[in-house]
């Protein structure tokens, strides 16, 4: 997909997502979080859930940080699926240093992939946008609800042919807020003993459920 085709897809993921979650009761492709949903409790045994946190910074351009709209899933047996969860409030932040979320997905038992996460950066008179490819690979095991990790990503310069943040059109707000020249670092990591507490803080349901540890992999 070409640079242009990137950013027109975002624009479309946006103005849906400002929308609000009535919309995507009526296209299959856009889902609320699994936590989020408040129309469909947990069921685990029907569809299990995983469970992750996402930091993302903009050391590049500080005063932009990266706020995420949408995360893509996609599945690993037909390499074409693909689902979109919408992504809502961050659950902590802090000005021109980062900006962190609890994300939770429910799909049939199976391996995925977190394919883009896109979201934008806003000030007067710029609005940037990031659509960004992660590439973790995951699995959802039958009946339960996992724990995938902590995904930390961090928007600098680009060097080389690294990928891009984003697309590098309108090149003003682009440039302003690094994504047109940037690029997203991105690691994984084990923070089970911090954020599986937060979840169950955030969301109380899930006290009734173990949650079991199963780390994606970059």
Same mark, same amino acid.
């Given at each position: ?7 027109? /897809?975002?624009?479309?993921? +946006? ?11 009526? +296209?299959?492709?856009? /889902?609320?979080?699994?936590? %989020? ?20 910074? *903009? ?11 949408? &995360? ?6 037909? #390499? $074409? ?7 809502? #409030?961050?659950? /902590?932040?802090? #000005? ?14 199976? $391996?995925?992939? =977190?394919? %883009? ?7 007067? @008179? ?24 902590? =995904?930390?990503?961090? *928007? ?5 042919? %690294? ?7 309108? @090149? ?15 690691? &994984? ?17 899930? #006290? $009734? ?8 992999? $970059?």
């Amino acid at each position: 997909m070409n640079q242009t085709a990137r950013g027109v /897809r975002f624009v479309i993921i +946006c103005l849906i997502s400002i929308t609000g979650s009535s919309l995507f009761s009526g +296209c299959s492709g856009f /889902r609320p979080m699994a936590m %989020e949903n408040k129309s469909s409790p947990l069921q685990p045994a029907t569809r299990p859930v995983g469970l992750f946190t996402l930091k993302t910074s *903009n050391k590049y351009k500080p005063g932009f940080q990266p706020n995420v709209y949408s &995360i893509t899933i996609i599945s690993e047996q037909t #390499k $074409k699926e693909k689902t979109v969860f919408t992504v809502t #409030k961050p659950i /902590r932040q802090e #000005k021109d240093a980062f900006i962190e979320y609890l994300v939770s997905v429910d799909l049939p038992a199976g $391996k995925y992939t =977190i394919g %883009e996460v896109s979201g934008i950066s806003t000030a007067i @008179l710029i609005r940037g946008h990031f659509e960004f490819f992660v590439g973790a690979s995951f699995e959802l095991l039958p009946d339960k609800i996992v724990y995938l990790g902590h =995904i930390n990503m961090v *928007n600098r310069k680009r060097v080389g042919k %690294e990928p891009p943040s984003g697309s590098p059109f309108p @090149l003003v707000d682009q440039g302003a807020t690094g994504y047109g020249d940037g690029t997203f670092d991105v690691t &994984i990591s084990d923070q089970s003993g911090r954020d599986i507490p937060l979840f169950e803080q955030t969301y109380p349901e899930l #006290k $009734k459920y173990m949650v079991t540890p199963n780390l994606m992999k $970059k």
